[in-house]
């Protein structure tokens, strides 16, 4: 057995009978319709498979895989099982018919499928005359005009199977589009989306799929999900060759122990143990296409990603129907669990009458429960425009004082340990981010948050607590308690005797006690963000009389630590107001209106109004009506 070379999947696409599988045996010398039905019926009913070896420039290895689609509507779900796990395509089109309805919808479904390149192939041209040719390559042209396959970006080839014309020249570009076609890396977890499963004599069961990212290999502990099964790899094959090991971007065969066929089927996936698992509720961004029907808020609808497919209810973010051509953020409910992760691609389908509405990408696999519709909505806002490290700093900050664990964000992003620590590098040295004991990341803010909360708390009590008692009532883990007490002790703003703490004890080490209501005071705006409290609310939160508070608030305003938000009750603490300025930026040259700056925010007009008039009065933004331009 010997390692395989590198390897690349490439889809097929295109109406019945274009000659999508006469095509791919021309340049495979295998047959890819084996089922029965599919030899006497002359159509590809399900997917087939093939391979064949080229040499880069560079002389190395390359194997070129397709995954051959059925062409007609009535198995266009499995057509989706087949493109949902290539990154290339071959759009075939027959010179004798031109474009057909199928060419139509594979198109679209592959640009929602997120593929980026791929070549157009004008199949049966002996069958036509030169300027039938002509003619059925420039309407293909016409057809592509704006999608990934335009001209410009790619090429369109006339080939006959027949003759073997063009054969050559589309080897050739098929090595082009493999050599610049990006492949998942290690930098994620290991995932086989299941697309077969059978019982081969002597071996027994045997699964096959494309190895999306990760490494396989032979003797490997896996787990298939859902139902979360341990399993182990007994052999591995690529193509009818047998191999010790697969990078991704691979078709693979994985012969399994633990598990009978009958309880394999097309849509589960094979991952590493306590790594990914099947989820059933999503938050994602939909793109309908322009000629779909509207799509209504908790419609029921077809919902395919991967090798999977489930019913699934559509709940839109702001109730109202979903118009053709739009794009909005939605939560999905799938009638069955499905392994997905942050940027997978989905299709949507209608019932009836049967047809492709939409699709779109995955945001989040995990959403949190029970979080505000505003907030997460402001979240996923957020996360779509951050780039890969701060979207990791997202999911950390929105566990606010709980924290989470490195290998639980490895469950929600995909990447795996080590990506995930690369990630959180420049923010652990910045100190944005804190690792606590236990590989648990917290905040920053969520570390100042717990510590105002345990100095409130204290202050309030005026007498020694506890420390079991005064973290049961404050809420927080043992892990982010012990932390913040750990560091309030060696910064001797509270001692702990015989497990009773005191804040009061700390006011021996300060000047005076006004050094400790100011810290507590600048705390508790930085930990509330933009949803700062007014003053009477702070000074009964603290227990502290109202001139005091306004006696520190003065102070802080003095040095800019706090910003008057034009009332005299309201202040917001700078920090949280310079990064709602590099959150306007991104939206520089566009309109908001209240609501807008409400959703994006997460605030309610008590705060999105005198905030709003603060960026004017910073030349931020600038109104115009009932809208403001972001400058």
Not at 469 to 484: C, K, N, Y
Request: charged share 20%; aromatic share 4%; glycine share 8%.
């Amino acid at each position: 057995m010997t390692n395989m070379p590198r390897s690349i999947v490439i889809g097929t696409a295109g109406h019945i009978d274009h000659g999508k599988t006469t095509l791919v045996r021309a340049l495979t010398g295998i047959d890819t319709d084996r089922l029965p039905e599919e030899k006497r019926r002359g159509i590809t009913v399900d997917l087939g498979f093939a391979s064949f070896d080229i040499q880069t420039p560079e002389n190395s290895p390359l194997r070129i895989s397709f995954v051959d689609v059925p062409g007609h509507s009535l198995f266009i779900r499995n057509m989706l099982a087949g493109a949902g796990c290539v990154p290339a395509v071959m759009l075939v089109i027959a010179a004798d018919e031109g474009v057909m309805p199928q060419t139509v919808e594979h198109l679209a479904i592959c640009e929602l499928l997120g593929i980026k390149r791929g070549i157009t192939v004008i199949t049966k041209i002996d069958a036509v005359t030169e300027e039938e040719l002509k003619q059925v390559i420039r309407s293909a042209r016409d057809f592509l005009r704006g999608s990934f396959l335009e001209a410009d970006h790619s090429v369109v080839l006339p080939v006959s199977a027949v003759t073997g014309e063009g054969l050559n020249a589309l080897k050739a570009e098929l090595l082009n589009v493999s050599m610049h076609t990006h492949t998942e890396t290690s930098n994620s977890l290991l995932r086989i989306p299941l697309d077969r499963a059978f019982v081969m004599k002597g071996f027994g069961t045997v699964v096959t799929g494309t190895l999306v990212s990760g490494t396989i290999h032979e003797g490997q502990a896996l787990h298939l999900q859902p139902p979360g099964r341990a399993v182990r790899v007994r052999g591995l094959q690529t193509h009818n060759q047998s191999i010790d090991s697969a990078q991704a971007g691979s078709r693979v065969a994985v012969n399994l122990s633990g598990v009978d066929v009958s309880e394999v089927r097309r849509g589960q996936t094979l991952v590493l143990p306590k790594t990914l698992s099947a989820v059933d509720t999503i938050d994602v961004e939909v793109a309908l296409l322009p000629g779909a029907p509207a799509l209504k808020h908790r419609a029921n609808i077809h919902f395919h990603a991967l090798t999977s497919e489930t019913m699934a209810s559509i709940f839109l973010y702001d109730y109202e129907t979903m118009q053709p051509g739009t794009v909005r953020f939605a939560r999905v409910n799938l009638a069955e669990p499905i392994v997905l992760v942050p940027g997978d691609r989905f299709v949507l389908r209608q019932p009836l009458p049967a047809g492709t509405i939409g699709g779109g990408v995955i945001l989040d696999a995990h959403p949190e429960p029970r979080q505000r519709k505003a907030a997460t909505l402001t979240w996923l806002e957020q996360l779509k425009m951050a780039y890969s490290a701060q979207q990791v700093a997202l999911r950390v900050n929105r566990r606010k004082t709980n924290g989470i664990a490195i290998g639980t964000l490895s469950t929600e992003t995909g990447l795996t340990m080590d990506a995930i620590q690369r990630q959180i590098r420049a923010a652990l040295e910045s100190g944005e981010l804190l690792l606590l004991p236990g590989d648990l990341l917290l905040s920053r803010h969520g570390f100042r948050a717990a510590t105002s909360a345990i100095l409130s708390r204290l202050q309030i009590s005026k007498v020694a607590m506890k420390s079991s008692e005064l973290r049961s009532q404050i809420g927080l883990t043992p892990l982010v308690f012990d932390a913040v007490i750990t560091t309030l002790v060696q910064d001797q703003r509270a001692t702990i005797r015989d497990e009773m703490m005191s804040a009061f004890e700390a006011v021996k080490h300060s000047s005076n006690e006004g050094d400790l209501l100011m810290t507590t005071v600048i705390q508790a705006y930085e930990s509330a963000g933009l949803a700062s409290p007014t003053t009477p609310e702070l000074a009964l939160r603290l227990s502290v009389k109202e001139a005091e508070i306004h006696r520190v608030v003065t102070l802080l305003q003095r040095d800019k630590t706090i910003v008057r938000m034009g009332s005299d009750d309201l202040f917001i603490h700078a920090g949280p107001l310079r990064q709602l300025s590099e959150q306007m930026a991104a939206l520089r040259g566009t309109f908001i209106d209240v609501a807008r700056f409400k959703q994006i925010t997460g605030l309610s007009r008590k705060y999105a109004i005198p905030l709003l008039e603060y960026l004017d009065r910073q030349r931020i933004t600038r109104k115009q009506g009932d809208q403001r331009l972001v400058l």
